[in-house]
């Protein structure tokens, strides 16, 4: 997959796909008609790859037969000649078994709309088949360059540094935010301005939003405001914004109100199970947003 492809996975995740994509419909097919079907399913089964052995087979005589891309390794003419006769004697036999099934079930009277989507099956695949042959013959393809898991160097050109002029902080009023603040006025330039974030999530926030008046609220209030006066002496262009309820989304919310081009948030280190249990907010949230975030390991 990483080849022709090009998909780069996890071999565990790939090995993982692939398997239960081969697994899951076996089993729903056995839940559905039981233990007993399973040797009916099995042979089905080998009916269904061997009529899907010739769109294997042809692209495969195709590719082993360029020179372009198998170089020395390309098969001789006389195999060529013995892949192709062997290809289509496989073809053959598909095809008459497929219209000895189907001419018994076009001697049975009734069964219209099922009979319309059998011929159009063979229909569709017949022409797939013509295609999948002839194709590569008549088209003069463009060859696509070697594979590369990565662009070729073209060198560094000039930079153009970027300059962030609303900076977002997202602040959760503990021991942290001072580094945090720190972060965020380190990208920035002179007449950069700061917009300050914490979301409420006491109970009472979460059910009247920012009509919200309980202590927590109230508390978070004040640090805000504090905030922004120790910040205004230092001659810091900032503001605060409070957010309610849901955490990730208002982050969203206040960002895109600010227009802000920058986001400055923390990442607490927890994985997994704590993942689950406090939320991973920094992945929900540069999800929704299209600027710069920088992640301040906590």
Request: net charge neutral; aromatic share 8%.
């Given at each position: 997959?990483?080849?022709?492809?090009?998909?780069?996975?996890?071999p565990?995740?790939?090995?993982?796909?692939?398997?239960?994509?081969?697994?899951?419909?076996?089993?729903?097919?056995?839940?559905?008609?039981?233990?007993?079907?399973?040797?009916?399913?099995?042979?089905?089964?080998?009916?269904?790859?061997?009529?899907q052995?010739?769109?294997?087979?042809?692209?495969l005589?195709?590719?082993?037969s360029d020179?372009?891309?198998?170089?020395?390794?390309?098969?001789?003419?006389?195999?060529q000649i013995?892949?192709?006769?062997i290809?289509?004697?496989?073809?053959?036999?598909?095809?008459?078994?497929?219209?000895?099934?189907?001419?018994?079930?076009?001697?049975?009277?009734?069964?219209?709309?099922?009979?319309?989507l059998i011929?159009?099956?063979?229909?569709?695949?017949?022409?797939?088949?013509?295609y999948?042959?002839?194709?590569?013959?008549?088209?003069?393809?463009?060859?696509?360059?070697?594979i590369?898991?990565?662009?070729?160097?073209?060198?560094l050109?000039?930079?153009?540094?970027?300059?962030?002029?609303?900076?977002?902080?997202?602040?959760?009023?503990?021991?942290?935010?001072?580094r945090?603040?720190?972060?965020?006025?380190?990208?920035?330039?002179?007449?950069?301005?700061?917009?300050?974030?914490?979301?409420?999530?006491s109970?009472?926030?979460?059910?009247?939003?920012?009509?919200?008046?309980?202590?927590?609220?109230?508390?978070?209030?004040?640090?805000?405001?504090?905030?922004?006066?120790?910040?205004?002496?230092?001659?810091?262009?900032?503001?605060?914004?409070l957010g309610?309820?849901?955490?990730?989304?208002?982050?969203?919310?206040?960002?895109?109100?600010?227009?802000?081009?920058?986001?400055?948030?923390?990442?607490h280190?927890?994985?997994?199970?704590k993942?689950?249990?406090?939320?991973?907010?920094?992945?929900?949230?540069?999800?929704?947003?299209?600027?710069?975030?920088?992640?301040?390991?906590?």
């Open positions: 997959m990483e080849g022709y492809l090009r998909l780069r996975i996890n565990l995740i790939r090995r993982l796909i692939t398997r239960l994509l081969a697994i899951i419909p076996a089993i729903i097919v056995i839940l559905i008609y039981g233990d007993e079907e399973v040797d009916s399913l099995l042979i089905f089964s080998q009916v269904i790859l061997s009529l052995l010739g769109f294997a087979v042809i692209p005589i195709h590719f082993v020179k372009k891309t198998m170089g020395s390794f390309a098969i001789k003419p006389i195999v013995a892949a192709w006769l290809a289509a004697i496989l073809i053959y036999l598909n095809v008459t078994m497929v219209m000895n099934e189907v001419s018994q079930f076009f001697a049975k009277p009734g069964n219209l709309s099922w009979k319309i011929v159009s099956g063979i229909v569709f695949f017949a022409l797939l088949l013509l999948t042959i002839l194709f590569p013959i008549l088209s003069k393809r463009k060859k696509a360059a070697s590369h898991m990565h662009p070729e160097i073209a060198g050109k000039d930079f153009q540094l970027p300059v962030y002029q609303r900076i977002a902080v997202a602040l959760d009023f503990s021991d942290n935010d001072q945090l603040i720190a972060s965020a006025l380190g990208q920035g330039v002179e007449e950069s301005s700061y917009i300050l974030m914490h979301i409420v999530e109970p009472s926030a979460g059910l009247l939003g920012g009509e919200s008046d309980d202590y927590e609220t109230e508390l978070d209030k004040e640090r805000m405001t504090l905030y922004e006066k120790l910040l205004g002496e230092k001659g810091v262009k900032v503001s605060g914004r309610f309820r849901n955490r990730k989304k208002e982050l969203v919310r206040i960002i895109k109100e600010e227009n802000a081009d920058l986001l400055v948030i923390g990442a280190g927890h994985t997994g199970v993942d689950w249990l406090y939320g991973e907010t920094i992945d929900s949230v540069r999800h929704e947003l299209k600027i710069t975030v920088l992640v301040v390991n906590l």
